[in-house]
């Protein structure tokens, strides 16, 4: 499974921006997607995750309310709505896939499968 992650930029504290990630190659052996970020210095943190089939979602606390997931199955691309954002969301962000059974989204464990990040520069 390939990713390609694009969509990233520089934007204004409360301004929007929304990455893509265009999955290929046996994504039928995946049923997750997700989005990571690993701000200048610290670890790899989730942000949102999806299953294939739509049944679950889930987000880190610190985003809830104003980033979406969403996908378009048809060309294999899951998105991420990132709205009122703000300086501390300034990281490099990857897209991943996996297999995670429904559970525990948010985990590392599931992904397999990772896109270059794309860099998200928020200023105050």
């Known amino acids: 499974v390939q990713l390609q992650a694009c969509g990233g930029g520089l934007v204004q504290a409360g301004g929007s921006l929304r990455l893509s990630c265009a999955a290929s190659?046996?994504?039928?052996?995946?049923?997750?997607m997700g989005w990571f970020r690993q701000p200048p210095g610290k670890e790899r943190e989730f942000v949102a995750a999806?299953?294939?089939?739509?049944?679950?979602?889930a987000y880190a606390d610190s985003v809830k309310g104003r980033f979406t997931i969403s996908k378009n199955n048809a060309k294999n691309t899951v998105y991420l709505q990132m709205n009122s954002l703000k300086p501390e969301d300034t990281a490099n962000y990857y897209c991943?896939?996996?297999?995670?059974?429904?559970?525990?989204?948010?985990?590392?464990?599931?992904?397999?499968?990772w896109g270059q990040g794309t860099q998200v520069t928020v200023s105050s």
């Open positions: 190659g046996r994504t039928s052996s995946t049923d997750v």
């Open positions: 999806l299953t294939w089939d739509n049944s679950k979602t």
């Open positions: 991943a896939a996996g297999r995670s059974g429904s559970y525990d989204l948010w985990s590392l464990k599931w992904y397999d499968y």
